[in-house]
């Protein structure tokens, strides 16, 4: 795809979501997914190669949750794999702090080559598992906002996130659809974690019927210090 068919495209979908590009902005964008298609060929980073697609499924699903992000937030996105949503939110929101957690070396190697080639501030990534990044006095209760995109269920995801995020902060989840069950289960551990639901928004992407569901979760109370548990433990034993 040239740069113009690119252009054209990834504006188009940014209309329904009230998003207008500046052509840095899509140059960025541009770029991080040529760079993302060539690095795909050495590491596994993504099922879905059609540019296309990609700027659909990639860029516009993770700008859907750009409006819940506040001013100079301070943001760290779990399990982000090639960057997905915390990229495209800080080519879109340079006033945002943000961190990039996978325990996968060779992501980290090329979101690090994404910041650099981009030329991205204020942004860097961690290698580790979320169990153990919760655990760290550095990075414990101390983000405005924490985010994930299609990572766990809810119940381990929210071991994964509450120990994070912030009193008063928000966990914003990406998912899919048909949640009714999932949220029915992981209501008792968002609530030991320190969380509660504040919202649920089920949305279609642009141009098709590509099912996305966001789910807010509110850091109400401090998250109890046996939490997170040690790691593998949450995916294995869900707190039910």
Not at 49 to 61: A, G, Q, V, Y
Not at 84 to 106: A, C, H, W, Y
Not at 214 to 219: A, G, N, P, Q, S
Request: hydrophobic content about 35%.
């Amino acid at each position: 795809m040239n740069k113009e068919e690119f252009s054209n495209l990834i504006k188009l979908y940014g209309q329904d979501l009230e998003i207008m590009f500046t052509e840095e902005q899509i140059d960025k964008f541009y770029q991080y997914m040529n760079g993302l298609l060539e690095w795909n060929q050495k590491i596994n980073l993504t099922a879905i190669i059609k540019p296309e697609e990609i700027i659909l499924k990639h860029f516009i699903d993770s700008l859907t949750i750009l409006k819940y992000i506040p001013q100079n937030a301070t943001v760290i996105d779990i399990g982000t794999g090639a960057g997905f949503p915390g990229i495209p939110i800080k080519i879109m929101r340079e006033d945002v702090d943000i961190t990039l957690l996978d325990s996968l070396n060779k992501r980290i190697h090329f979101l690090d080559m994404v910041i650099t080639e981009l030329n991205l501030q204020n942004i860097k990534t961690i290698h580790a598992r979320s169990e153990d990044c919760g655990k760290n006095k550095q990075h414990r209760e101390k983000y405005d906002i924490v985010t994930s995109r299609a990572v766990a269920n809810l119940a381990t995801l929210s071991e994964y996130m509450l120990p994070l995020t912030k009193n008063n902060g928000i966990c914003i989840c990406m998912k899919g659809v048909d949640l009714k069950e999932e949220i029915e289960k992981g209501k008792k551990a968002i609530h030991v974690l320190g969380g509660k639901i504040k919202e649920i928004e089920e949305r279609n992407l642009p141009g098709g019927d590509n099912h996305r569901t966001i789910i807010l979760i509110e850091k109400v109370t401090q998250t109890p210090s046996k939490y997170p548990r040690k790691a593998g433990i949450p995916s294995k034993e869900p707190i039910q």
